[in-house]
Nanobody, 119 residues
Framework: QVQLVESGGGLVQPGGSLRLSCVAS????????MGWYRQAPGNQRELVAS???????NYADSVKGRFIISRDNAKNTVYLQMNSLKSEDTAVYSC?????????????WGQGTQVTVSS
């Protein structure tokens, strides 16, 4: 089991920045990958960014060059730095962790944090 707690969402003007944090209940070294997903009203949940144990990163095309995913192993925390925010970035952002469970891989989710980009 992995518990994930997100923080850092809020209201920001277009062009502004926010940093989301996700704290895991156990060492993130033990996880296959961690990532951030988002879901806007009426849309499907989509991957925003992910980072694997070896540090490989992946970004959605819509956020490349604007968002940065990083991690602090000592704090069991993954961050999402969001810059040059646009109204279309408005969504509920959820932290995800992928962990090996036997021969399978299980997904764990945080409760989500709202990000609203509006003037």
């Amino acid at each position: 089991q992995v518990q994930l707690v997100e923080s850092g969402g809020g209201l920001v003007q277009p062009g502004g920045s926010l940093r989301l944090s996700c704290v895991a209940s156990r060492s993130i070294f033990s996880l296959n990958a961690m990532g951030w997903y988002r879901q806007a009203p009426g849309n499907q949940r989509e991957l925003v960014a992910s980072i694997t144990t070896d540090g490989s990163k992946n970004y959605a095309d819509s956020v490349k060059g604007r968002f940065i995913i990083s991690r602090d192993n000592a704090k069991n925390t993954v961050y999402l730095q969001m810059n040059s925010l646009k109204s279309e970035d408005t969504a509920v952002y959820s932290c995800n962790a992928k962990a090996a469970v036997g021969f399978r891989e299980a997904d764990y989710w945080g409760q989500g944090t709202q990000v609203t980009v509006s003037s």
